[in-house]
């Protein structure tokens, strides 16, 4: 049966992304599959695209997926991508139909999850800091240096993907929490505060606004020279303790590191967080 492929106005725009959206049906206009193409505005990701690609399963094996990502490359193209990047389980079938069509793992996820019912381990504090902590956008005095601290996570292992330096203002800090608060959700930050009263670390979690279900880790950063000392384990279990107090009725926190960042995969394993699956993000060069 032949498929036509339909494009869509997609309204989901965000502040530095927008997507464009195709729908396959049959001529009877009956689904079958949709892609989507995210293009970035930040003048660091302006040459990634985030594709993403839905097939019924009934209708796979037709050449549905194939027809949908001929279209995302094509609009990729116009619109000045140079790599197309998505995420998908590792030895899916997603998986395998990326690698025929000669995507490449540009790095390996490790998905975790801490079981909240579990207790943490005592963690020792660190001389010469203090935590702090907050919901939402980070207090005034401190919205700065939490924005300057973000560059904590400029050097994270990302595999052999060029995602350049993702550059932060306060302004982006503040829309940040924002969206957040839009979607109807919670954002919790515990960061750790040097002498001077500057951020040297911090640590974000997301939970549901009803406070029910699996949070989700975000963010966690240690500025270079504050690293080595332990910072990223304590701000992580403090931010459990947190987040146990707020929401008693959460079941768990879920986490996704790059396998190669021991560091950090050494810290969650010591906090009880336990591998659930991997994903590959895979990548296609234009």
Request: charged fraction near 25%; aromatic fraction near 6%.
């Amino acid at each position: 049966m032949s498929i036509r492929l339909i494009p869509l106005t997609d309204p989901d725009h965000k502040p530095f992304s927008r997507r464009i959206a195709w729908l396959a049906a049959q001529a009877d206009g009956t689904p079958v599959g949709s892609a989507f193409l995210r293009l970035n505005s930040r003048k660091a990701h302006a040459h990634l695209g985030d594709l993403e690609i839905n097939v019924h399963p009934a209708e796979r094996g037709r050449g549905t997926g194939t027809l949908l990502l001929g279209a995302v490359v094509s609009a990729a193209r116009e619109h000045g991508v140079r790599t197309l990047i998505t995420d998908v389980d590792v030895n899916s079938i997603g998986d395998r139909f990326l690698q025929r069509r000669g995507f490449a793992i540009g790095l390996t996820l490790i998905y975790a999850r801490l079981d909240l019912s579990t207790s943490t381990p005592d963690v020792p504090e660190v001389p010469g800091y203090r935590l702090v902590s907050w919901e939402g956008a980070p207090p005034e005095e401190l919205v700065q240096t939490f924005t300057d601290a973000r560059a904590g996570m400029n050097d994270a292992p990302s595999g052999t993907i060029d995602a350049g330096v993702d550059v932060w203002d306060v302004e982006r800090t503040r829309s940040a929490a924002q969206l957040i608060e839009q979607r109807g959700e919670r954002l919790l930050v515990v960061a750790a505060v040097d002498s001077t009263g500057r951020i040297a670390g911090f640590t974000e979690v997301v939970v549901a606004g009803d406070g029910k279900g699996d949070g989700q880790n975000y963010g966690t950063a240690v500025l270079p020279e504050h690293r080595g000392r332990g910072l990223a384990l304590w701000m992580k279990a403090a931010q459990i303790h947190e987040t146990r107090r707020r929401f008693p009725d959460l079941d768990g926190l879920l986490t996704d590191t790059v396998d190669t960042n021991t560091a950090m995969r050494r810290t969650n394993d010591r906090l009880g967080y336990r591998p659930q699956h991997e994903v590959h993000r895979r990548t296609l060069d234009l």
